[in-house]
């Protein structure tokens, strides 16, 4: 429900500012395992009409996938 709440005020100032659509700054839901973490976003982005992304950070060297690797690294790549 903090979720919700949260989003819809974001929306509710983009519109007052004069803005269209759904805006949102970046957004991580935190919280235990199997919560509906997962679920609400990938329904959220589906209301929306966007492409999903999921990284699983429990996994690895999360950072990495993330924001990439540095230039002079011998495997550099850019992050998700």
């Known amino acids: 429900r903090e979720v919700s709440t949260w989003i819809m005020h ?3 100032q983009h519109v007052a500012s004069g803005g269209r659509g ?5 957004v991580i839901l935190v919280g235990p395992p199997g919560i509906g973490k997962s679920h609400y976003a990938r329904k959220l982005a589906e209301l929306a009409g966007l492409p999903v992304r999921m990284i699983d950070v429990g996994a690895g060297s999360a950072g990495f996938r993330i924001s990439g690797t540095e230039k002079g690294w011998a495997t550099a790549q850019s992050g998700l």
């Open 22 to 26: 759904l805006t949102l700054p970046p």
């Open 10 to 12: 974001q929306m509710l």
